[in-house]
């Protein structure tokens, strides 16, 4: 088979591994394609608790430019690291590892920004 979504399968034949199984694949555009109109909504909403109502639409317009730049700056990224290396294992790596930096950081944050919880103090004797 030699079709676009085939080859984009099987690494463009230019050392990405075994071609996925069509189910897989499928299962896999599913989840990735539903993650983004999620993902959008989740930081919508989340600016929308952060602002005052009146700056969300400002504030929202700079975080999509933002994004925008950062996506289309990684692709660039990307795209010259494949060509360079010529295999997209190196590339995986290096998203799994941005993705546990990521996820780590969040942890952080989340925990350096609890706020005391009512009542678990122990009371005075």
């Not at 199984?21 to 299962?27: G, I, K, S």
């Not at 989340?46 to 639409?57: D, F, K, N, S």
Request: charged residues 5%.
């Amino acid at each position: 088979p030699s079709s676009p979504l085939y080859l984009a399968a099987a690494g463009g034949g230019r050392g990405g591994g075994a071609p996925a199984a069509p189910a897989a694949l499928l299962v896999s555009i599913i989840v990735v394609g539903a993650l983004s109109p999620g993902i959008a909504s989740l930081v919508s909403a989340r600016l929308a608790e952060m602002v005052a109502p009146g700056e969300h639409a400002a504030r929202w317009g700079r975080a999509t430019l933002i994004f925008s730049i950062a996506q289309a700056g990684g692709a660039a990224v990307m795209s010259a690291a494949f060509a360079m290396l010529g295999s997209y294992l190196p590339l995986y790596a290096a998203g799994a590892l941005l993705l546990a930096c990521g996820a780590i950081l969040a942890m952080a944050a989340a925990l350096s920004h609890r706020p005391a919880a009512a009542g678990c103090s122990l009371p005075a004797r």
